[in-house]
């Protein structure tokens, strides 16, 4: 008889040393729940553009100038391309996980199949964390954005923004998908068009000014000295610290797989967005930081500018000076989209983790009512009551209160892509335990294993080098400190203080439920998903 509770929802059975095959149905009771709850309304072209926004978001335009800066032109295109290397590792290790337990929660709920129920306990309250935490970082970033045409109303800009944001959270899950399709869009056609303003630029398309090439790689350099530090050892710092700025603008590509519940066939269209990630990294990124490291010197004057908005941008720098007008309040308008986009995305992560932690009881079953649109209300009314901590910016500098709540962002980033690469290594291991080739997997590339071990490796080390300048002699500073670290114990509290609590077990390979998880691809297929067909095949570049 089903164990149920005062609201007559069944509840999640505890998890200890083992986890049979028995379990796996019980956790398929309630992946039920959540189907009968919840809306599978996110169609496939919904799914891969809330991949692409999570890719292109605030970071990108607002802190490269930054990053050009510190690590100088050459600098910058490494920490990207470092970075963006680590991004797609943990893409296609969440796509091949995700194939196999396409659950609502996904790299949360892994972890409990796949490790210990107490790192999914653990990794699940820090993503909640991360994303309640990023939402009042994007308002933030939308006030300032807003500052650059008007600095009136602040208070009534940060109002209208938590507004929009609850409402997008708060209404039909198809809404969103069509609210995010086509922010996409509008992300897709500013990088696009910055690229081909930034080349034109600088091959010397614009009337009065002769070709630049990469004259400022030669002048001022490829690297610059981070901190005045003279050498090899300061250009190598420039380069390293340029790394927290990519990892905040590459920050929200794992949530795309959170909403498995409410996304159409799920097996075949996150796999598929977790693929395109590589293009959109080497097209998008990439390119877009390696033309802005030709058409500004790492040394201008104007990068010192700290303003927040679009008049940072080293995009702007180089159109105003090429008399492009109309250039800077395009891109601020568009990058204001992007604020309200990540946040929205946010809102949607940490609603649906949450409500995933409830059904497990691992938070207040409070949270698992929903609309009768399948919306878990609750759950984004506590999610835009933590909203307001962006009024914090009426009394702080918008722009100090923003990279604040960056620098505590990045570190539950860091945190759930380690979690990522663990799963997949742990699913491979028990692959292999169990005699189960690797072709079974509905989902799967030769190569990946290897690249999720990189990702955990480099996830780690950046994770604990991620606060680095207050080491160095004269720069010590405690808000740093504490906003780069302060996730680490609080994680590493969560995963014992359950694992005191519940007296979970680390799973054996043995027990990890890779059979029955096939058996399930098999007795309940997926609807086929067609092939995209000559000019559709380009597509992969928007998802």
Not at 410 to 417: C, E, Q
Not at 457 to 468: D, E, H, M, N, R
Request: aromatic share 12%; charged share 15%; hydrophobic share 50%.
């Amino acid at each position: 008889m089903a164990n149920l509770d005062n609201h007559g929802i069944e509840l999640a059975p505890s998890r200890g040393a083992e986890f049979d095959d028995a379990d796996f149905e019980k956790q398929h009771i309630v992946e039920d729940q959540e189907e009968k709850n919840l809306s599978r309304s996110l169609k496939q072209r919904h799914i891969q553009m809330i991949a692409l926004a999570g890719a292109i978001g605030t970071g990108l335009f607002l802190s490269l100038g930054g990053a050009l800066q510190t690590g100088g032109p050459l600098g910058a295109l490494l920490g990207y391309a470092l970075i963006g290397a680590v991004v797609c590792s943990v893409q296609f290790a969440l796509g091949e996980t995700s194939a196999l337990f396409p659950v609502t929660g996904s790299f949360v709920r892994h972890a409990e199949f796949l490790f210990d129920p107490a790192l999914g306990f653990a990794v699940g309250w820090n993503v909640v964390y991360g994303a309640y935490l990023s939402v009042p970082a994007e308002i933030s970033a939308a006030l300032v954005l807003i500052q650059f045409w008007t600095e009136k109303y602040a208070a009534l800009w940060i109002t209208i923004f938590i507004v929009l944001t609850f409402l997008v959270g708060i209404i039909f899950i198809g809404v969103y998908g069509e609210i995010e399709f086509w922010l996409a869009i509008l992300k897709i056609m500013l990088i696009v068009g910055i690229i081909l303003m930034g080349l034109v630029i600088d091959l010397g398309g614009v009337p009065g000014q002769g070709r630049i090439g990469f004259r400022y790689w030669n002048h001022p350099g490829p690297f610059a000295q981070y901190l005045e530090i003279p050498g090899a050892w300061g250009r190598f710092l420039g380069f390293w610290a340029v790394m927290n700025n990519a990892v905040y603008s590459f920050s929200g590509i794992e949530s795309l797989s959170v909403a498995a519940a409410e996304t159409q066939n799920p097996r075949q269209n996150i796999p598929k967005a977790c693929k395109r990630v590589f293009a959109r990294v080497t097209i998008f990124y990439i390119l877009a930081v390696l033309i802005v490291g030709m058409v500004v010197p790492s040394t201008d004057d104007d990068l010192n500018n700290y303003s927040g908005n679009a008049s940072q941008s080293p995009f702007v720098l180089a159109a105003t000076r090429a008399g492009i007008k109309a250039v800077p309040s395009i891109i601020n308008a568009v990058v204001l989209t992007s604020a309200w986009s990540a946040g929205n995305q946010s809102m949607l992560a940490g609603t649906r983790i949450l409500y995933g932690l409830a059904l497990k009881n691992q938070a207040p079953r409070i949270f698992l009512l929903t609309t009768k649109w399948g919306i878990p209300w609750v759950a984004v009314i506590a999610q835009t009551l933590i909203a307001c901590l962006a009024y914090m910016s009426l009394s702080n500098n918008a722009l100090t209160v923003f990279y604040w709540f960056l620098d505590l962002t990045a570190s539950a980033v860091l945190i759930s892509w380690s979690v990522i690469a663990w799963n997949h290594i742990r699913l491979h291991q028990a692959l292999k335990r169990q005699g189960i080739a690797r072709e079974e997997l509905p989902w799967h590339h030769w190569w990946t294993p290897y690249t999720s071990w990189f990702a955990l490796v480099s996830c780690i080390i950046f994770l604990l080098t991620g606060g680095f300048t207050v080491f160095i002699k004269g720069n010590w500073d405690k808000a740093t400190f504490i906003s780069a670290y302060l996730d680490i114990p609080l994680v590493l509290t969560a995963y014992f203080g359950w694992k005191f609590l519940k007296r979970t077990k680390i799973l054996s390979l043995d027990d990890v439920p890779l059979r029955a998880a096939l058996d399930e691809i098999v007795s309940r297929p997926e609807e086929e998903v067609p092939k995209a067909r000559g000019w559709r095949r380009l597509n992969i570049l928007w998802g």
